[in-house]
């Protein structure tokens, strides 16, 4: 694969992407290095459907391999939310802080063993119009009742790994590569393209 578009503006998750995928393409680029394209609407119900749906818009725009992510927090006493709805969860231009604050509020009261929780990422890759490859992953966590640590994105701040003893802002890059949702879906990613390149 000479080149594969992340479809994402957000660099941390270029980041992550771009340390797993350097043995399978060329060039790893994200949407930053392309011009006015339109932003992909997400109105599928589920991660996979949305991953399918940016993939195959930034594919067209672009005309190169393009690999989507759709990722998010699944709260188990709010009913699997926020969801698909994770970025914009307090709202469409929701910040990080915006949309934390949000789910500490929807979840004041709650017990810490009620407070259960997993992230969720669908990864999917496009030619075109063909869906070359599906992976996905899930770690499960604890939301805490305030942020802690400086490092990661998103919620990563309220979301204690138990095995870990810390938040996924208090790993390294590394660390979290290891264990995140992301890190599942792009292993499970990487062993394809491996097993495709034989």
């Known amino acids: 694969m000479k080149k594969i578009v992340v479809a994402t503006h957000n660099q941390g998750k270029v980041g992550e992407i771009e340390a797993m995928l350097r043995n399978f393409a060329a060039e790893v680029t994200s949407l930053a290095a392309y011009e006015n394209i339109p932003e992909a609407v997400e109105d599928g119900q589920t991660f996979q459907e949305n991953a399918i749906l940016k993939a195959r818009h930034y594919a067209l725009y672009t005309s190169e391999v393009c690999l989507a992510d759709d990722s998010g927090l699944e709260v188990d006493v709010l009913k699997g939310a926020p969801g698909v709805y994770s970025a914009r969860y307090a709202g469409v231009e929701a910040t990080d802080e915006e949309n934390n604050q949000k789910l500490l509020a929807e979840l004041k009261g709650v017990p810490e063993k009620k407070r259960t929780a997993r992230f969720r990422c669908v990864l999917a890759v496009v030619d ?71």
């Open 128 to 198: 075109g119009d063909k869906v070359l490859y599906t992976a996905n992953g899930t770690i499960e966590g604890v939301i805490l009742e305030g942020p802690k640590g400086q490092g990661g994105f998103g919620y990563d701040p309220l979301f204690f790994v138990p095995s870990l003893g810390k938040t996924l802002a208090e790993v390294t890059m590394a660390e979290k590569n290891s264990i995140s949702h992301r890190g599942q879906a792009l292993r499970a990613l990487s062993d394809m393209l491996a097993e495709e390149s034989k």
